[in-house]
């Protein structure tokens, strides 16, 4: 049975792997979405794409503000969540924040010339927001587990 301590060291370096990913995932999934999506449907099919995009982005964003690790002990999940892992999240969500707001203002800015619906806007900004935002926490992680 592995101890605490390398059950923590295995999932903070699986993290560190994962979170890169995880936003290359979120930002290519974004795309497939806008250019994949029929934005004016009301059906029940559409209506299940956007509440599978909300579950989907809400659990990113849990993961993002908890580290994760929902499966291990308390005390492992204390471990892995040591000061550089909480450091590199808090970055790496200042990161995302930005972004949004970066593509907020972009997303007004392009409107007056090709008119975006509310909900293509707030899937844009949110997509982009926490797509760089995991970027951000691998590569952060990536350098601080070597």
């Known amino acids: 049975m592995a101890s605490e301590f390398e059950k923590a060291e295995k999932f903070g370096k699986a993290r560190a792997l994962a979170a890169p990913f995880i936003g290359a995932l979120i930002l290519a999934l974004q ?3 806008i250019f994949g999506w029929d934005w004016e449907a009301t059906s029940s099919g559409a209506l299940l794409q956007v509440g599978l995009w909300l579950f ?3 659990v990113m964003l849990l993961l993002l503000l908890t580290g994760g690790g929902w499966f291990l002990d308390k005390k492992a999940r204390a471990i892995a969540n040591d000061e550089p892992s909480v450091s590199s999240r808090q970055r790496a969500i200042k990161i995302g924040f930005v ?3 970066v593509t907020c203002f972009l997303v007004v800015a392009v409107s007056p010339f090709d008119p975006l619906p509310a909900q293509r806007a707030a ?3 949110a997509s982009m927001g926490l797509g760089t935002a995991f970027v951000a926490l691998g590569m952060s ?5 070597g």
């Open 123 to 125: 899937h844009i900004i």
């Open 141 to 145: 992680e990536l350098f601080a587990h």
């Open 56 to 58: 989907f982005a809400i």
């Open 99 to 101: 972004v949004s707001l």
């Open 31 to 33: 795309q497939g979405i």
